[in-house]
């Protein structure tokens, strides 16, 4: 059995698809870059770590890794630039690459921080958003999945920089699907909710983890692998009627 069919059930609702997924070097970004290779696509692995990328690539069949910093107007151009060179076109992206920010009220928030956390979870989703639209436009369209969050819809304290990024990153989703479905480019925005991954097991005691999964209706957190298939759907032909929505992946955590 190949790789693909070992991870993906067989599956090859990407097949022939060559995908970029940012932020793939580990948590989400990962699972969304195995899953794209594991239902067929060629993957381009972009993360600003390039250890990382070329670790992850190094495991899926005819995958590359690249380094970009999202929030460089440069090395973003490179890395479609690098992935349409790579394999001759460009046909899907996950735009998963972002930052938290710290912790702090309204009134305390350090503006050098508040910019920062715009810079990557903002500025550069439309850095990647305009140079990957401008590729797929050479090849007759394709499908973009940018990573927004639960709190794209929703308040948490002490979190000002990161909800305003997430909330701006839907209404610009919005704009970007609208604005080119008459190029066949479809442009959606996923919204997890708390999704366990090795990052949230090092910096989180287990208590703090087992206060967290009751605000979920299913009473668990959510893991990369599900974010991963509802992207992979997002990507693929079966989602040919979805552009410029947001979809909350939340366990229904909105809902209480």
């Given at each position: 059995?190949?790789?693909a069919?070992?991870?993906?059930?067989?599956?090859?609702?990407?097949?022939?698809?060559v995908v970029l997924?940012?932020?793939?070097?580990?948590?989400?970004?990962e699972?969304?870059?195995r899953?794209?290779a594991?239902?067929?696509?060629?993957?381009?692995?972009?993360?600003i770590?390039?250890?990382?990328?070329?670790?992850?690539?190094?495991?899926?069949?005819?995958?590359?890794?690249?380094?970009?910093?999202?929030?460089?107007?440069?090395?973003?151009?490179?890395?479609?630039?690098?992935?349409v060179?790579?394999?001759?076109?460009?046909?899907?992206a996950?735009?998963?690459?972002?930052?938290?920010?710290?912790?702090?009220?309204?009134?305390?928030?350090?503006?050098?921080?508040w910019?920062?956390v715009?810079?990557?979870?903002?500025?550069?989703?439309?850095?990647?958003?305009?140079?990957?639209?401008?590729?797929?436009?050479?090849?007759?369209?394709?499908?973009?999945?940018?990573?927004?969050?639960?709190?794209a819809?929703?308040?948490?304290?002490?979190?000002?920089?990161?909800?305003?990024?997430?909330?701006?990153?839907?209404?610009?989703?919005?704009?970007a699907?609208?604005?080119?479905?008459a190029?066949?480019?479809?442009?959606?925005?996923l919204?997890?909710?708390?999704?366990?991954?090795?990052?949230?097991?090092?910096?989180?005691?287990?208590?703090?983890?087992a206060?967290?999964?009751?605000?979920?209706?299913?009473?668990?957190?959510g893991?990369?692998?599900?974010?991963?298939?509802?992207t992979?759907?997002?990507?693929?032909?079966?989602?040919?009627?979805?552009?410029?929505?947001?979809?909350?992946?939340?366990?229904?955590?909105?809902?209480?």
């Amino acid at each position: 059995m190949s790789d693909a069919g070992a991870n993906g059930g067989g599956r090859a609702d990407l097949e022939g698809k060559v995908v970029l997924v940012t932020g793939a070097g580990s948590g989400i970004g990962e699972s969304c870059a195995r899953r794209a290779a594991a239902g067929g696509a060629r993957v381009a692995v972009v993360d600003i770590d390039q250890e990382a990328a070329d670790r992850v690539a190094a495991d899926l069949p005819g995958a590359i890794g690249i380094r970009a910093d999202v929030a460089d107007e440069e090395s973003v151009a490179r890395m479609v630039e690098t992935t349409v060179s790579q394999f001759g076109r460009l046909d899907g992206a996950v735009n998963n690459a972002g930052v938290s920010g710290g912790f702090y009220t309204v009134a305390d928030y350090p503006l050098e921080d508040w910019r920062r956390v715009m810079r990557v979870n903002l500025d550069g989703v439309f850095l990647c958003l305009r140079e990957e639209i401008r590729a797929m436009r050479g090849n007759g369209g394709g499908s973009i999945v940018n990573m927004a969050s639960v709190l794209a819809a929703a308040g948490y304290p002490e979190q000002s920089a990161y909800v305003a990024s997430k909330h701006a990153l839907v209404g610009l989703t919005r704009v970007a699907g609208i604005d080119h479905a008459a190029d066949g480019i479809r442009v959606n925005a996923l919204g997890p909710a708390f999704i366990l991954t090795p990052m949230s097991e090092q910096t989180m005691t287990p208590e703090a983890i087992a206060a967290v999964a009751p605000m979920h209706a299913l009473g668990r957190w959510g893991r990369p692998e599900e974010v991963a298939e509802m992207t992979a759907w997002l990507l693929s032909d079966a989602a040919s009627f979805a552009t410029a929505t947001y979809y909350p992946l939340d366990g229904g955590l909105l809902a209480r």
